[in-house]
């Protein structure tokens, strides 16, 4: 069973963790280059999307609550910000197989997204000071033996006066203890 547990309800803590994290199935649309902060017309597709699909889970007497917003960026660190991609996503009831398309230009399609073991840490703050949070997170992993595995991901969990509250989070392994010697 994929998990329908949002990380609100499970983290707190602003200091960094590592955690077992479930699957997660979701609905995600992503969009390439620089887009504006935040990209409005792919947020108006996913959210459109997933709303038909809340409805259609109400309508049947299903509970179906819209999570926070999830974002990956794949090559945020290479290249110009023109080839990026964003990869926007809502979590989603484990027996959703297909969502509406309501923009002829976007896709949003339904995924699985696993983890694992996890290093995560909620961010509270402004994005000018986002990228401090991020350091101290991969110096956490780094000090725990453990080495990042993948893009960061960002749950976006609230906003407030001094700025938003973001989770933080990369899928990690156990850093290699050294070279290994090959057979003569």
């Given at each position: 069973?994929?998990a329908a547990?949002?990380?609100?309800?499970?983290?707190?803590?602003?200091e960094?963790?590592?955690?077992?994290?479930?699957?997660?199935?979701?609905?995600k649309?992503?969009?390439?280059?620089?887009?504006p902060?935040?990209?409005?017309?792919?947020l108006?597709?996913?959210?459109?999307?997933?709303?038909?699909?809340?409805?259609?889970?109400?309508?049947?007497?299903?509970?179906?609550?819209?999570?926070?917003?999830?974002?990956?960026?794949?090559?945020?660190?290479a290249?110009?910000?023109?080839?990026?991609?964003?990869v926007?996503?809502?979590?989603?009831?484990?027996?959703?197989?297909?969502?509406?398309?309501l923009?002829?230009?976007l896709?949003?399609e339904?995924?699985?997204?696993?983890?694992d073991?996890?290093?995560?840490?909620?961010?509270e703050?402004?994005?000018?000071?986002?990228?401090a949070?991020?350091?101290?997170?991969l110096e956490?992993?780094?000090?725990?033996?453990?080495?990042?595995?993948?893009?960061?991901?960002?749950?976006?969990l609230g906003?407030?006066?001094a700025?938003?509250?973001?989770?933080?989070?990369y899928?990690?392994?156990?850093?290699?203890?050294g070279?290994?010697r090959?057979?003569?």
């Open positions: 069973m994929i547990v949002y990380p609100t309800q499970r983290t707190q803590a602003v960094p963790a590592i955690v077992q994290a479930s699957p997660v199935k979701v609905a649309v992503t969009v390439v280059g620089a887009q902060s935040p990209p409005v017309r792919a108006r597709a996913l959210y459109a999307s997933v709303e038909a699909v809340r409805a259609a889970h109400v309508a049947a007497g299903l509970d179906f609550e819209i999570g926070p917003l999830r974002a990956r960026f794949p090559e945020a660190q290249g110009s910000p023109w080839t990026w991609h964003w926007l996503a809502v979590s989603v009831p484990d027996n959703t197989i297909s969502v509406p398309q923009d002829p230009d896709r949003v339904i995924e699985v997204w696993v983890y073991r996890v290093a995560e840490l909620v961010h703050g402004t994005e000018e000071t986002k990228p949070s991020v350091q101290r997170l956490f992993v780094l000090a725990k033996g453990f080495r990042p595995a993948g893009v960061r991901e960002e749950i976006y906003t407030g006066p700025g938003g509250r973001t989770l933080l989070r899928q990690i392994l156990a850093a290699s203890r070279l290994q090959r057979a003569l």
